[in-house]
C-alpha cells in the first residue's frame, strides 16, 4: 500500500502493511462470540430439594402421555425441569424458549410377497384368491427433528418415527413445551 491508500487495517499510521493486530487462531470481525453470562439469579432444579413452581399451561394443552405431572417433560434428549431447560450441550433458560418440529419420516404402503403367494396358489382353485391382494403393509421410516433456542443456545434432537402417529404425538409434547414457555 502506498501513502495515499493507507492500510485501513492498521490500527496506528505507522504500521506496515501486513503487520495486524490479529494474528493465526485470532478471532476477527468478532467471531466467535462468546457463550452469554448466566443470569444473575440461579433457576432451581425440580428434585434438587425445591418444588417445581406449578405453571398452569395454555388452555387447551394438557401433558402428554410421556409427561408425569409435576416431574417436568422428555422430548428425545431434551429435558424440562423447574424453570430451565435441560440438553446435552447444556442448560437453557425455559421462559421465552422457541421450539420447532419437523417432519422427516415418510409411510410407504406394500403388498408384501407372500399375498402375491397366496393369490397365485388360490387363484387356481377359485377366484376368491384375488382378494389376497388386497392386502397391504404400511411401514414407516424416518426421524422427527425437534429443535429448541433459547438463552443464546441451540440443540436439535433427532426421534424416531415409529408409525405413522408418531409425528402427531411428538407435536403434542413440543405444543406442551411451547404452553410452558410462555
Not at 61 to 78: E, F, K, M, T, W
Not at 143 to 148: A, H, P, R, S
Request: charged share 10%; proline share 13%.
Amino acid at each position: 500500500m502506498s501513502e495515499q491508500q493507507p492500510n485501513p487495517y492498521a490500527s496506528d499510521p505507522g504500521q506496515a502493511p501486513g503487520d495486524y493486530k490479529w494474528g493465526p487462531g485470532q478471532a476477527s470481525y468478532g467471531y466467535p462470540q462468546p457463550y452469554p453470562q448466566p443470569p444473575a439469579h440461579q433457576p432451581t432444579v425440580g428434585g434438587a430439594g425445591l418444588p417445581i413452581p406449578q405453571q398452569p399451561p395454555a388452555p387447551g394443552y394438557a401433558p402428554g402421555p410421556g409427561a408425569v405431572p409435576g416431574q417436568g417433560l422428555s422430548i428425545g434428549d431434551i429435558s424440562i425441569a423447574g424453570d430451565q431447560i435441560i440438553t446435552p450441550s447444556g442448560t437453557m433458560p425455559l421462559r421465552g424458549a422457541m421450539w420447532n418440529a419437523t417432519d422427516l419420516s415418510r409411510t410407504e404402503e406394500k403388498m408384501p410377497a407372500h399375498a402375491i403367494v397366496l393369490a397365485i396358489i388360490f387363484f387356481l382353485f377359485c377366484l376368491l384368491g384375488l382378494l389376497f391382494l388386497l392386502m397391504k403393509e404400511k411401514r414407516t421410516t424416518g426421524y422427527i427433528q425437534v429443535t429448541v433456542h433459547g438463552g443464546g443456545r441451540h440443540h436439535s434432537t433427532m426421534i424416531p418415527a415409529t408409525d405413522p402417529n408418531s409425528y402427531a404425538w411428538v407435536m403434542h409434547q413440543v405444543n406442551y413445551a411451547r404452553s410452558l414457555s410462555v
